[in-house]
C-alpha cells in the first residue's frame, strides 16, 4: 500500500552507495548550502503567488478546529490522509531502506531522521556518527537542572516534570543570549540550531532522571557513552541498555514519531511560540505540553490502560466477540477509543504498521498476550467504530500499538510512555523552529471571530 516514491527508488539504487562512503558533512553545512534555497523558494512563491487561493475558509473550520485548514508552513513532513507521513517526500519504508541505523541495529535512528528533517538530504553513515558523538558530548545535564529534577515531588507527572526540566534548560539559550546582544535577523538560524542540537543531546539524560527518581529511587544512571547513539544512550540511563530489542524499539519508535507535519497540537503550539522568538527551549516547552493532553500524547498511556482492564476483566484468550463487546461498552459510556481515530489520516496509520512489522518478527513478542490483544483488537475495532458512525477515521493510528511493545520488555510503568513520546517530537519541533528562523517567518497572529461576527459576516 505504501509504495517507495520513484525518486527515492532512483536514489537508492545509484547514489546511496556512493554517498555513504563520500561525505563526512556537518549538519550545519548541509543547512548552509541548503537554506538560500529555500529562501529563493519562499520569495518567489510571496512575489510570484502571494495572492494564490488554497482553499476556502468556511464557517465549520472556525468552529471545528481549524481541521482541514490550510493556513502553515512546515517544510519537514506532509501528511497525506489516506497514505500517512512522508518525511521530505520518504514514506516510513522508503526511510527504514536508506536512512543510517546504529552500528549492529537494523532500526533507523534519531540523528539519522532528524539529518532528514533539517536538511531534505539523506546523511551518510559517517555523517551520522559524527552527529551521534555530538550529541554524547553534549548530553550530560547541568547540576541545577538534577537539583530541579530531584527536588520535584515523585507523584508529579512525568510529562510535567519534562516540560519543567526543557523550559529550565533556556538557561543555557545561546538563541536568547545573542538575541539580547542584538544579532541580525539572518543569523538567528544559526543560533537556534545550536540551541536544538545541545536540547536534543540532553533529553534523554532529563528524561532518563525523570525515569529513575519516579520508578527506581538511588539507582545509578550510567554516565553517557560517546561511542553510542542517542537512544542507545537513552537505553543505558533507563536501565535497558543490555535489552537489544527494546533499545531497537526505541530507536524506531523515537524515529518515526519524530515529526507528523505542522498542524498537530504539540508542533503546531510549539511553532506557535517559537513564532514570538521565544527561545528554542521555551518553544519546546510548551510544545510538551500541548503532547500531555489525553487526545494527543499521552493517548499512548491510556491505550495500554484500556486494553489492560480489558484483559483484566476478561482474561488472556478473549474472543473477538467479547472485544466488539468491550469496545461498544466504552463507545456508550461516552468515552472515545484510545488509539483510534485522527484528525488527519483515513487509513491505518503506517506508523501503527512499522511497529506492528516489527512485532511480527520477534517470536516473543507475538506470543505475549497483550500484544496479542492489540493485534485483536485491530480486527474487530473499525467495524465497530464504523457502525458506531461517529468518527471519520475508524482506523488505528501510532498509539494503538505503540505501549505494549514497551510493556512487554520490561517497561511497565505507562505513566512515563508520553515522556519517550516527548523526547522524539523534539526532532521535528526542533527543525521547525531552525527553518522558521532561516526563512524569517513571522510572529503567528490568525484572526478570531465571535459569533456574533462571523453571522454579520455571513449576511454580507
Ligand atoms: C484523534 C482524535 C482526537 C481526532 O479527533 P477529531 O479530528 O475530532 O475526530 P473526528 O472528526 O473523527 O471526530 C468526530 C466524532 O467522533 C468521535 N471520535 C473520534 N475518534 C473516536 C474514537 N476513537 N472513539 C470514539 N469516538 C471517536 C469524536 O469524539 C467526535 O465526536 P463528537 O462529534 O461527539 O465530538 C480522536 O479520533 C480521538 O479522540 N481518538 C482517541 C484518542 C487518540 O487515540 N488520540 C491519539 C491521536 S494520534
Not at 495572492?51 to 519537514?76: N, P, S, T
Not at 512525568?158 to 539572518?186: C, D, R, W
Request: charge should be neutral; proline fraction near 5%; aromatic fraction near 8%.
Amino acid at each position: 500500500m505504501f509504495k517507495s516514491s520513484a525518486s527515492t527508488t532512483r536514489y537508492l539504487s545509484r547514489g546511496f552507495a556512493q554517498r555513504r562512503l563520500a561525505s563526512t558533512k556537518t549538519v550545519r553545512d548541509v543547512l548552509e548550502e541548503v537554506i538560500p534555497k529555500k529562501q529563493l523558494q519562499l520569495k518567489q512563491l510571496k512575489t510570484e503567488h502571494g495572492q494564490a487561493v488554497l482553499g476556502d475558509v468556511k464557517v465549520e473550520h472556525v468552529v471545528g478546529g481549524m481541521r482541514g485548514l490550510k493556513a502553515m508552513l512546515w517544510e519537514a513532513s506532509v501528511l497525506d490522509p489516506n497514505e500517512g507521513i512522508r518525511f521530505h517526500g520518504m514514506t516510513i519504508q522508503d526511510c527504514q531502506k536508506v536512512l543510517p541505523a546504529a552500528p549492529g541495529g537494523k532500526e533507523i535512528i534519531a540523528e539519522s531522521m532528524f539529518w532528514l528533517l533539517l536538511t531534505g538530504k539523506v546523511p551518510t553513515e559517517a555523517e551520522t556518527r559524527q552527529l551521534s558523538r555530538e550529541l554524547a558530548e553534549k548530553g550530560e545535564l547541568p547540576e541545577y537542572i538534577e537539583k530541579l529534577i530531584d527536588s520535584l515531588p515523585t507523584t508529579l507527572h512525568p510529562m510535567t516534570q519534562l516540560g519543567m526540566g526543557v523550559a529550565a534548560l533556556n538557561h543555557e539559550s545561546k538563541f536568547q543570549a545573542a538575541y539580547e546582544q542584538g544579532i541580525k535577523k539572518s543569523e538567528y538560524w544559526t543560533y537556534a540550531l545550536e540551541d536544538s542540537i545541545n536540547l536534543l543531546a540532553r533529553l534523554p539524560a532529563l528524561a532518563a532522571r525523570i525515569y529513575r527518581n519516579i520508578y527506581n529511587p538511588g539507582k545509578p544512571i550510567p554516565k553517557i557513552n560517546k561511542d553510542l547513539d542517542l537512544v542507545g544512550n537513552y537505553a543505558n540511563m533507563l536501565g535497558f541498555g543490555d535489552n537489544y530489542d527494546l533499545t531497537e524499539y526505541l530507536r524506531l519508535y523515537i524515529a518515526i514519531h519524530g515529526d507528523h507535519e505542522g498542524g498537530n497540537a504539540s508542533a503546531h503550539t510549539s511553532h506557535l511560540v517559537g513564532s514570538t522568538l521565544a527561545d528554542p527551549y521555551l518553544s519546546y516547552a510548551a510544545g510538551l505540553y500541548a503532547l500531555a493532553g489525553p487526545l494527543h500524547g499521552l493517548a499512548n498511556q491510556e491505550v495500554l490502560r484500556w486494553q489492560m482492564s480489558m484483559q483484566k476483566e476478561l482474561g488472556d484468550n478473549i474472543s473477538h466477540d467479547h472485544i466488539r463487546e468491550y469496545l461498544w461498552r466504552t463507545l456508550k459510556s461516552g468515552q472515545v477509543v484510545p488509539g483510534y481515530g485522527h484528525g488527519v489520516l483515513r487509513n491505518p496509520d503506517p506508523r501503527f504498521m512499522a511497529l506492528q512489522e516489527f512485532c511480527e518478527t520477534r517470536p516473543e513478542l507475538l506470543a505475549d498476550p497483550i500484544v496479542q490483544l492489540v493485534k485483536k483488537t485491530y480486527e474487530v475495532a473499525p467495524a465497530v467504530l464504523k457502525e458506531h458512525g461517529k468518527t471519520k477515521n475508524p482506523y488505528p493510528n501510532v498509539d494503538a500499538a505503540s505501549g505494549c511493545v514497551l510493556y512487554h520488555y520490561g517497561l511497565t510503568q505507562f505513566k512515563y510512555y508520553t515522556v519517550i513520546f516527548g523526547v522524539s517530537r523534539a526532532l521535528g519541533c526542533l527543525t521547525q523552529y531552525v527553518w522558521a528562523k532561516a526563512l524569517g517567518l513571522p510572529i503567528e497572529r490568525p484572526k478570531s471571530l465571535s459569533m456574533d461576527a462571523i453571522e454579520k459576516l455571513i449576511k454580507q
